[in-house]
């Protein structure tokens, strides 16, 4: 393999390094590169408008998950600004690598100047288009900011997708025309690093596990367990997430259930307390609707656990049939009816069985793909 270091853009992951998301997708290219050739981390410096090496003490507290507050901002990024080595044009030019989405028009400019050079090998990974299809989850303006970031992927010449929708949507949505040299690299499940599980009829919980705002259905997950409460069902609901601030209907519905015996809200909680929770799972449920990717349901399964899933979950949509029962439309009817189905012992041995046949993509199988693309791009 060529000697060339890549250089791989985490720009948003220095300034902002919580573990969910893209963020945890840069963490596990880092943690499982395991090919020869080395791989650079680098941010792009406004300031100076140009590309800077990462120093070994922020990729530490990067990777460590040191997040920002009020009480603890990222005190040391001012002197990593400040002295940063820069990475010289020649150098980026030749193997350049994004893994990001950005709203920064300069940094976007940035790109569009080196891909200008026709010798120039530029790379992105591409996630989805949420933004730009399903404006309103999101804070308005987002699809406008986010045009820089659209006008220099166009420019780009090498781009990956996570899945086969997003490519399918780039192709019918963003390009509109074919494209016929993107490669699908669909993301891994393993992160959580729990062992197969195994069913047993003692197991009642059904857990949601994600984060908590309005495109991810968790309301009807909610009415829905109220609905089967009322009618006498005894499955325990668990649901696990941070809560996005623009959620004002999941929130009244937890505190409503703050005294319920069968539900517990755990909030963001660590990988060690959602293990011990999913060893007891009976089911997972993931049934939002309008999705970029969907990890979750991909964790779920690679645990042997089935999931009650929407019908257009690009994750699940790219795996064969087998492990998870899918739903529509996604009311607190159909979910009910899901989990009352699951809730027969030989209905759940049957997804069960089916969801340890599974083969789902690790994340050092994901990094060895992409390592393979990105030297042959």
């Given at each position: 393999?060529p000697s060339?270091p890549?250089?791989m853009?985490?720009?948003?992951?220095?300034k902002?390094?919580?573990r969910?998301?893209i963020?945890?997708?840069e963490?596990?290219?880092?943690?499982?590169?395991?090919?020869?050739?080395?791989?650079v981390?680098?941010?792009y410096?406004?300031?100076?408008?140009?590309?800077?090496?990462?120093?070994?003490?922020?990729?530490?507290?990067?990777m460590?998950?040191?997040?920002?507050?009020?009480?603890?901002?990222?005190?040391?990024?001012?002197?990593?600004?400040?002295?940063?080595?820069c990475?010289?044009?020649?150098?980026?030019?030749?193997n350049?690598?994004?893994?990001e989405?950005?709203?920064?028009?300069?940094?976007?400019q940035?790109?569009?100047n080196?891909?200008?050079?026709?010798?120039?090998?530029i790379?992105?990974l591409?996630?989805d288009?949420?933004?730009?299809l399903?404006?309103a989850?999101?804070?308005?303006g987002?699809?406008?900011?986010?045009m820089?970031?659209?006008?220099?992927?166009?420019?780009?010449p090498?781009?990956?997708?996570i899945?086969?929708?997003?490519?399918?949507d780039?192709?019918?949505?963003?390009r509109?025309?074919?494209?016929?040299?993107?490669?699908?690299?669909?993301l891994g499940?393993d992160?959580?690093?729990?062992?197969?599980?195994?069913?047993?009829?003692?197991?009642?919980?059904?857990?949601?596990?994600?984060?908590?705002?309005?495109?991810?259905?968790?309301?009807?997950?909610?009415?829905?367990?109220?609905?089967?409460?009322?009618?006498?069902?005894?499955a325990?609901?668990?649901?696990?997430?941070?809560?996005?601030?623009?959620?004002?209907?999941?929130?009244?519905?937890?505190?409503?259930?703050?005294?319920?015996?069968?539900?517990?809200y755990?909030g963001?909680?660590?990988?060690?307390v959602?293990r011990?929770?999913?060893?007891?799972?009976?089911?997972?449920?993931?049934?939002?609707t309008?999705?970029?990717?969907?990890?979750?349901p991909l964790?779920?399964?690679?645990?042997g656990?089935?999931?009650?899933?929407?019908n257009?979950?690009p994750?699940?949509n790219?795996?064969?049939?087998?492990?998870?029962?899918k739903i529509?439309p996604i009311t607190?009817?159909?979910?009910?009816?899901?989990v009352?189905?699951?809730s027969?012992?030989?209905?759940?041995?049957?997804?069960?069985?089916e969801?340890a046949q599974?083969t789902?993509?690790?994340?050092?199988?994901?990094t060895s793909?992409?390592?393979?693309?990105l030297?042959?791009?």
């Amino acid at each position: 393999m060529p000697s060339t270091p890549i250089y791989m853009d985490i720009t948003e992951l220095v300034k902002n390094p919580v573990r969910t998301g893209i963020q945890r997708v840069e963490r596990e290219i880092i943690n499982n590169w395991s090919v020869s050739t080395p791989l650079v981390p680098c941010a792009y410096h406004g300031g100076r408008n140009e590309f800077v090496e990462v120093t070994p003490p922020v990729l530490k507290a990067t990777m460590d998950g040191a997040e920002i507050t009020e009480d603890s901002p990222l005190t040391y990024l001012t002197t990593f600004w400040e002295t940063a080595p820069c990475i010289t044009e020649e150098k980026i030019e030749k193997n350049l690598f994004n893994p990001e989405v950005f709203f920064d028009n300069l940094r976007a400019q940035k790109y569009i100047n080196v891909a200008n050079n026709d010798n120039a090998k530029i790379k992105w990974l591409v996630y989805d288009f949420m933004p730009f299809l399903f404006p309103a989850h999101y804070p308005v303006g987002s699809s406008l900011n986010c045009m820089p970031y659209l006008h220099a992927m166009r420019r780009v010449p090498h781009l990956s997708f996570i899945s086969q929708q997003t490519h399918r949507d780039f192709e019918t949505k963003i390009r509109k025309s074919p494209y016929k040299d993107g490669v699908v690299l669909q993301l891994g499940g393993d992160s959580l690093q729990l062992k197969t599980q195994k069913f047993s009829p003692c197991k009642q919980n059904f857990v949601y596990f994600g984060t908590i705002e309005p495109r991810k259905n968790v309301r009807h997950i909610l009415n829905a367990f109220m609905n089967i409460w009322k009618g006498g069902g005894n499955a325990e609901l668990f649901i696990i997430g941070r809560i996005d601030v623009r959620t004002q209907e999941e929130v009244a519905l937890i505190n409503q259930l703050q005294n319920e015996p069968r539900f517990h809200y755990l909030g963001h909680t660590t990988d060690d307390v959602l293990r011990n929770v999913l060893r007891k799972a009976r089911a997972t449920i993931f049934v939002s609707t309008e999705e970029g990717f969907g990890i979750p349901p991909l964790e779920s399964l690679a645990a042997g656990i089935p999931v009650i899933a929407s019908n257009t979950l690009p994750s699940l949509n790219d795996l064969p049939d087998g492990g998870f029962l899918k739903i529509d439309p996604i009311t607190p009817d159909t979910i009910a009816e899901a989990v009352k189905f699951l809730s027969v012992d030989s209905n759940a041995a049957r997804l069960w069985d089916e969801a340890a046949q599974q083969t789902i993509p690790t994340w050092r199988n994901f990094t060895s793909r992409l390592s393979d693309w990105l030297h042959a791009a």
